[in-house]
C-alpha cells in the first residue's frame, strides 16, 4: 500500500521530571476472578532510546517523516536535578535527539537562570511561543531573548516563533504554547510575561494559514483540560501534542491504571499526551489531507516493561498466566535498555547519587496515597500531605513555639509512598524534590478562611479559572469544612485551630502564626490572601523536604493514623 502523501511518523514524551532511570510501578492484572498485584518498572532513557532508534530507522526505511517531541517538564522530579540543576537532563536530551521541547512550568520554577543554562547547553528548539521576553533587561546575567534555539513570541506580529518541517511537498508547522499563568504557578524572572495562550496561537495559526501552511501541530503545555479548549477555540490547528497533566491516554483499565481514550479528537483535533515521568512513550502514524486535518490516527501509549516482575502469591501457573497477558496486552513493549545512553547515566550521573539511594530514613507499615483532590475512594484526600503538614508544624514548633498550625499545598507533594523503607533518595528526589525555604507569618483568621476558599477554587475551577488541583490545601493544626456548592465567598462553613488539645473556632480578627513553604506563602495558585499577613519571616535552616526529613528521622516511622484535618464537598454534589 502506498504511504499517503502527507504522513507522520510521530514519537512524543511528556512530564518525564528527571526520571532517567525506569519507575517502580504497581499494575494490577485480572486472573481467575481475583486482581493480582504485580511489581514492575517501566521506561526510563535506556528504553526510550531504544524505541526511538527503532522508530526513526523504521521511517529512513519507509521514506516517511519523523518527529520526535517533548510536550515539557523536564525538569524536577528526582535527585538528578537536585544534583544537577538540569545539566544531566540536557545532555542525556541531546542524546534522544528530540525535535523540539515546549516550556513547562518546573523549567521556571527558579527564575530565568537555570533555564538559560539548560537552552544554551540543548542542541534542539525549546519553543515558548507565547512567551513575551519585550520587557527584557538586555544586560541582566542570564537574558533569554538572545537564545538562538529559543522561540518566543515575536512582540511586533503577537505571534508564536515556529519552526517549520518537511511534510510531502508542504511544510509542517510546530507552535509551542505554554501556560499564561506561569507567574502564578512557577518562579520566571519580574521583566518575563505570558500572552494569553488561546489568542497568542489563534494568531498564529491565521498568520501560517495566510502564508499557506495548513499543517500546524501545537506541542502544548496546558494539560488535557487546556488542549480541549485550544482545540475549541481556535480553528485550524491539525494536531496537539500535548503535557502538564500527567495524562496516560489509552485502555490500561486491565493493568488497573487509567482509561482516557487515546487520541481524542475536539472539533475535529487528535489530542496527545503520554503520561508522565518516562513511564511511557507515545507513537503514532498520522495521514493529513491536503488542508492539514488528520485523516487517520494510528497508535498508542507504551509501558516499556523489564523482565524482573514481582508478582503477589500464587503458584507457578499463576505466575505464567500473568506474563502471558501481559505480553500479549497491545500496549505494554519490551525493549532492552539502550546500551550508550545507559552507560553515560551510569558513570556520569549515578555515582553522585548512589549513596542517598542507601540512606534508609524511616519505615513506612503501609501504602500510603497521594491524590491531589479528596474523592469518593479517599473522601479526605492525600493520605500523603497532612504527614508533609504535621512535619512543617512540628519542626516549626520545635524552633518556635508560636506556630499554630502548617499550611501546605497538594502539587508540593510528588508522589505516594509505597509500604517499606523510604530513603533520603525517596524524599528529596521524588517525594519533595523543591527545595524550598520554609515561612512563618502572622495572619487574621478572615485571611484564612480566604486563603482556604480560594485555594480550592483554584483546585477545582468552582467559579474560578484556576492553574490545575496542586492548590489544593492541606493542614495541619487547621481544621476546616468547606462545602463547593455554596455561593462564593461562603465556601468554608467551620475553621478551626488547635488550642491545647481542643478545636477551638477561629476568630476572624484574632491573628494566628502559621508556617507554609514559601511558594505557598508568597500567594501563589489561589493563596493570594496570605500576602495579607501581619509579617513574614523565613526559618533560617528549615527547608520543606528538610523539615520532613528530620521529623521521620525523629520518630523512626509513620506508624500513627492522622486524623482527618479536612471535609470537602464538591460544588458538583
Request: aromatic share 8%; glycine share 10%.
Amino acid at each position: 500500500m502506498q504511504t499517503p502523501a502527507y504522513y507522520l511518523q510521530l514519537a512524543h514524551i511528556n512530564d518525564c521530571h528527571s526520571n532517567f532511570d525506569p519507575v517502580a510501578l504497581s499494575l494490577s492484572v485480572p486472573h481467575e476472578n481475583t486482581m493480582v498485584r504485580v511489581g514492575c518498572h517501566s521506561g526510563g532513557y535506556g528504553r526510550i532510546a531504544t524505541l526511538l532508534e527503532q522508530a526513526r530507522d523504521t521511517a529512513r526505511r519507509d521514506n516517511q517523516a519523523f518527529l520526535f517531541l517533548h510536550g515539557g517538564d523536564t525538569f524536577q522530579g528526582t535527585l538528578y536535578f537536585n544534583e544537577f540543576k538540569g545539566r544531566a537532563n540536557a545532555k542525556l536530551l541531546n542524546m534522544l535527539r528530540p525535535d523540539a521541547i515546549v516550556l513547562g512550568n518546573h523549567e521556571i520554577d527558579s527564575g530565568n537562570a537555570p533555564l538559560h543554562r539548560f537552552i544554551e547547553a540543548i542542541d534542539f528548539p525549546m519553543l515558548a511561543g507565547n512567551m513575551d521576553l519585550s520587557g527584557e533587561d538586555p544586560t541582566k546575567a542570564f537574558p533569554l531573548a538572545r537564545l538562538p534555539n529559543l522561540y518566543c513570541l515575536d512582540p511586533s506580529t503577537g505571534c508564536a516563533r515556529v519552526i517549520k518541517h518537511p511534510l510531502g511537498d508542504r511544510e509542517l508547522a510546530i507552535v509551542g504554547i505554554t501556560l499564561d499563568q506561569m507567574s502564578v504557578i512557577a518562579r520566571p524572572d519580574p521583566d518575563t510575561h505570558f500572552a494569553n495562550a488561546v489568542e497568542t496561537c489563534e494568531r498564529t495559526v491565521k498568520s501560517l494559514k495566510a502564508e499557506g501552511i495548513d499543517h500546524i501541530l501545537v506541542l502544548s503545555h496546558l494539560g488535557l483540560d487546556g488542549d480541549r479548549k485550544l482545540a475549541a477555540a481556535v480553528e485550524g490547528i491539525s494536531l496537539i501534542v500535548g503535557g502538564h497533566s500527567h495524562t496516560l491516554m489509552g485502555d490500561f483499565a486491565e493493568l488497573g491504571l487509567s482509561a482516557v481514550p487515546w487520541g481524542e479528537r475536539v472539533n475535529g483535533v487528535p489530542i496527545l499526551h503520554a503520561g508522565k515521568y518516562a513511564e511511557t512513550l507515545g507513537l503514532a502514524g498520522i495521514s493529513f489531507d491536503k488542508n492539514g486535518q488528520v485523516t487517520t490516527l494510528d497508535g498508542a501509549n507504551y509501558l516499556m516493561l523489564d523482565e524482573h516482575l514481582v508478582i503477589d502469591g500464587g503458584d507457578e501457573m499463576t505466575r505464567s498466566a500473568i506474563i502471558a497477558k501481559l505480553k500479549a496486552h497491545p500496549n505494554v513493549l519490551w525493549p532492552v535498555q539502550h546500551p550508550h545512553v545507559q552507560q553515560v547515566i551510569e558513570t556520569e550521573f549515578r555515582p553522585a547519587i548512589r549513596a542517598l539511594d542507601h540512606q534508609v530514613l524511616a519505615m513506612v507499615p503501609r501504602e500510603l496515597v497521594h491524590t491531589r483532590l479528596p474523592s469518593k475512594a479517599l473522601p479526605h484526600g492525600s493520605e500523603v500531605a497532612p504527614w508533609v503538614s504535621r512535619a512543617m508544624y512540628e519542626e516549626s514548633r520545635i524552633l518556635d513555639g508560636a506556630v499554630q498550625f502548617a499550611l501546605h499545598n497538594a502539587g508540593g507533594v510528588r508522589q505516594s509512598l509505597s509500604r517499606g523503607q523510604i530513603t533520603l533518595a525517596d524524599v528529596l528526589g521524588r517525594l519533595l524534590p523543591f527545595e524550598l525555604p520554609l515561612v512563618k507569618y502572622a495572619i487574621e483568621g478572615q485571611y484564612l478562611f480566604e486563603a482556604l476558599e480560594s485555594a480550592i477554587n483554584s483546585a477545582t475551577n468552582n467559579s474560578v479559572v484556576g492553574t490545575g488541583a496542586g492548590s489544593f490545601p492541606y493542614t495541619f493544626g487547621l481544621k476546616y469544612h468547606y462545602d463547593g456548592r455554596r455561593p462564593m465567598g461562603e465556601r468554608v462553613l467551620s475553621l478551626t485551630v488547635a488550642q491545647n488539645g481542643l478545636w477551638v473556632p477561629v476568630r476572624r480578627q484574632q491573628v494566628y502564626v502559621g508556617v507554609s513553604s514559601a511558594y505557598t506563602a508568597s500567594g501563589k495558585e489561589g493563596y493570594d490572601a496570605l500576602a495579607c499577613c501581619h509579617w513574614q519571616e523565613s526559618i533560617d535552616g528549615l527547608t520543606l523536604p528538610g523539615a520532613f526529613i528530620r521529623f521521620i528521622q525523629r520518630h523512626g516511622e509513620i506508624a500513627d493514623e492522622l486524623a482527618p484535618q479536612l471535609s470537602y464537598v464538591s460544588h458538583l454534589g
